[in-house]
């Protein structure tokens, strides 16, 4: 497949950057090899899930009864 001028791989072409997150994954798909790029991605995604993990994990350590009472504490 050849691509046109402005046309990058991955289907983003310049007239399509509508947004500055638009504008910094056409950067990073021109400068960066696809193997680089979807490293990034799967990274990201990976902080991402951790965080929501640890979220539950403090949701979940503290009875609710513990809370109760501290609030009433105050």
């Not at 947004?19 to 680089?36: H, P």
């Not at 790029?37 to 902080?47: G, K, L, Q, T």
Request: with cysteine.
């Amino acid at each position: 497949m050849q691509a046109g001028i402005g046309a990058v791989r991955g289907g983003l072409a310049l007239g399509q950057v509508r947004s500055v997150k638009d504008a910094v994954r056409l950067a990073e798909r021109v400068l960066l090899a696809g193997g680089q790029h979807r490293a990034r991605i799967n990274a990201w995604s990976a902080v991402c899930e951790n965080r929501r993990h640890a979220a539950d994990r403090v949701d979940d350590s503290a009875p609710t009864g513990a809370r109760g009472a501290a609030r009433q504490r105050v």
